[in-house]
């Protein structure tokens, strides 16, 4: 027992070092106030929560959840029939499947970000092509909007999505569907209430890394969005470094935090409720 606890201390350490010591230290920031000059004034203030609930702060943060959660709906209607093909192909085309979901990782983000700014401006490669092609007389415009914004957020976390739904369909129970096929169940049913429920945590997990890590991103807004799409985490970027707020930053940042824990458990509460239904037979 005590060489367990002592095999779990440097973890503890490392987790209190970089996660819990800088959240307490943005926690008591956020109740500070700040001087003229942008300096930090110690004290108990409720002003940067405050201000928070100002419209325009309120309407970047509902953008922000609507992209984040679109982009997730997204990711997983695409990967769950990629995940599900290279999880029931052969050993061959596994491998070159993984490979190629894989591949992004192999190349730098910001090359890949800005290769979308090539293909997307008024004469890039999709609009030449589409006025080659006769499709269109003028060049449309495709960068700088929430469409573009929704592009590069789904073409980058689609990995997240797609990995951890191959996984759980690994490791599901093949034996089950079998039983089903020889019990008479059609591919769909067999699909909905054998296949769906064993691989929630796939699902889950690949959505909580593609809803966390789209409402945290302000590269993308920033590339492909430019001063037309603006979400909180630019908002956040912008308090910590030009407007020098650090108390209202961190006010959002902590804001932010237990709204994405909200989010996670009311998804974690559905998925449960779908499970326990379908085991139920509803």
């Known amino acids: 027992m005590r060489k367990s606890s002592l095999s779990v201390l440097p973890v503890l350490l490392w987790l209190g070092a970089f996660l819990v010591i800088p959240m307490l230290i943005v926690v008591g920031m956020s109740f500070m106030g700040r001087d003229a000059t942008g300096g930090v004034v110690a004290g108990f203030s409720l002003s940067s929560y405050a201000r928070f609930f100002d419209p325009l702060y309120l309407g970047i943060y509902w953008d922000t959840i609507v992209l984040s959660v679109l982009t997730t709906v997204i990711c997983l209607l695409l990967s769950y029939p990629l995940a599900y093909y290279i999880a029931n192909s052969g050993p061959k085309k596994q491998t070159w499947g993984l490979i190629l979901v894989t591949i992004p990782f192999w190349i730098n983000f910001l090359i890949r970000t800005y290769a979308w700014v090539l293909l997307l401006r008024t004469q890039g490669i999709v609009n030449n092509l589409l006025v080659?092609?006769?499709?269109?007389?003028?060049?449309?415009?495709?960068?700088?909007?929430?469409?573009?914004?929704?592009?590069?957020?789904?073409?980058?976390?689609?990995?997240?999505?797609?990995?951890?739904?191959?996984?759980?369909?690994?490791?599901?129970?093949?034996k089950l569907l079998e039983a089903a096929s020889d019990l008479g169940a059609s591919s769909w049913k067999a699909f909905w209430?054998?296949?769906?429920?064993?691989?929630?945590?796939?699902?889950?997990?690949?959505?909580?890394?593609?809803?966390?890590?789209?409402?945290?991103?302000?590269?993308?807004?920033?590339?492909?969005g430019g001063a037309k799409s603006a979400m909180i985490s630019n908002v956040i970027q912008a308090q910590f470094s030009g407007a020098r707020d650090w108390p209202f930053g961190s006010a959002m940042s902590i804001i932010f935090v237990i709204t994405?824990?909200?989010?996670?458990?009311?998804?974690?509460?559905a998925m449960t409720s779908r499970h326990l239904k379908v085991k139920e037979g509803r």
């Open 260 to 269: 994405s824990l909200i989010m996670i458990a009311l998804f974690n509460k």
């Open 132 to 174: 080659d092609i006769g499709l269109i007389q003028e060049p449309l415009q495709m960068l700088y909007t929430r469409g573009a914004v929704l592009l590069g957020m789904v073409y980058t976390f689609i990995p997240f999505m797609v990995l951890p739904i191959y996984v759980a369909l690994e490791q599901m129970d093949k």
């Open 193 to 224: 209430h054998i296949t769906l429920p064993q691989t929630k945590s796939g699902i889950m997990t690949g959505s909580v890394l593609v809803y966390v890590s789209t409402t945290g991103m302000f590269v993308v807004t920033d590339i492909l």
